[in-house]
């Protein structure tokens, strides 16, 4: 039952819409009703700017690291991912947000951040190096989790490899739009990196 109730609380703490909730109490706006109408963090940057932006995705993150780490502190047996994937699950199809979420990227990073921190810390630097050289944070999600979704068949932990695989889907399939954008060429950049908007 203790285990439900955890998959349960899991859940509903990914989703808690940080951006909207953030951008309604704080700046009176929707961002549902601007720029992409996505309710992550990227959207959240490019409407309510750098600060509301940083907050979301330090929430974003937190939300998937803390469902992670809640049987790890209840002293349970489940794997720590079982329980984070529920709180993705809620990211993209949230209760408070009629179950239209976000992309999952940064909650995704949080669930791996709670039972792999290190794994975690060497995609940051890959994801990091990407949206330098490309400017573009879509691409550099998809081409991290992807390299992450492989590199976790070499952590010897196979839980944690087939969750990190689940969530990878999650995005890409998110993420349909902006590749096609990317094929095109016509995906939104942002300012920052060699490739920036501001140099565009």
Do not use: C
Not at 12 to 18: E, K, R, V, Y
């Amino acid at each position: 039952m203790i285990e439900i109730l955890m998959i349960g609380a899991a859940y509903l703490l990914g989703s808690i819409p940080s951006g909207v909730w953030i951008g309604k109490l704080f700046f009176q706006t929707d961002i549902r009703e601007h720029g992409s109408g996505n309710t992550g963090t990227t959207n959240t940057f490019r409407v309510l700017g750098k600060k509301a932006g940083t907050i979301v995705l330090i929430l974003d993150i937190a939300k998937g690291t803390i469902a992670a780490l809640l049987p790890v502190w209840l002293g349970l047996a489940i794997h720590p991912m079982v329980v984070g994937i529920f709180a993705v699950i809620g990211h993209v199809f949230p209760v408070f947000a009629y179950f239209k979420g976000g992309k999952a990227v940064a909650t995704s990073a949080g669930i791996a951040l709670g039972a792999q921190p290190l794994f975690v810390g060497i995609l940051i630097i890959l994801w990091s190096a990407i949206l330098y050289l490309s400017s573009m944070v879509s691409l550099a999600s998809i081409i991290t989790l992807l390299v992450a979704a492989v590199a976790s068949l070499f952590i010897g932990d196979w839980v944690f490899a087939l969750i990190v695989w689940v969530a990878m889907i999650i995005v890409v399939v998110r993420h349909r739009s902006n590749i096609e954008r990317i094929r095109n060429g016509e995906e939104n950049r942002v300012p920052f990196g060699r490739n920036s908007s501001k140099n565009s």
